[in-house]
């Protein structure tokens, strides 16, 4: 009998909030869960015949309504969450990281969501898809900040993704 090593793959979350006069209002951290269903895109990319995606975008998960985040949520079912929307960008940010070194990958600049309104903001997800409030693509992961952070209108939230893989 064989004995296989573990992979160990895992994402983090860094945030702060901008006042519109440039003060820093809040910041933190949080891990988040890797979604069944991103896991088997990422092996049906890496080991199989799937494509990888162009890429991956932040979204920002509504404190309203929230009941809970799953393992199985997809783009098109989540039942517990919903998505912010009202913020300035056409689209949802892209995160664009740099090339991963000691199983580690992150990007050199934020991710902005320039609030159009005040809205209650309960976590961040990361997907394939562009489209704000878009149900296609892939969910890859989510998570919640420590406590829910009201972003009132012209703030800005930046945030940093990274991702780490590490034999077990």
Known sequence: MHSFGSL?????WSWDIWTPEGE???QGQFPNGILTVGLNALLEAYFRTGTQ???????LIDETDYTTLAISDTMAVHAGWTEITDY???????WSPGAPASGLMTAPSAMEFTMSSS??????????????GGTDGTLWAH???????LLQASETLKCYYEIEALNG
């Not at 160990?8 to 983090?12: A, M, S, T």
């Not at 995606?53 to 979204?59: L, V």
């Open 24 to 26: 820093l209002k809040a």
């Open 88 to 94: 300035s960008s056409a689209t949802r940010p892209v």
């Open 143 to 149: 998570g919640l900040f420590d406590t829910e952070q």
């Open 119 to 132: 809205q209650t903001a309960k976590g961040l997800f990361m997907c394939t898809d562009s489209v704000k």
């Open 8 to 12: 160990l793959i895992g994402g983090r």
């Open 53 to 59: 995606p162009a890429a991956f975008y932040a979204g």
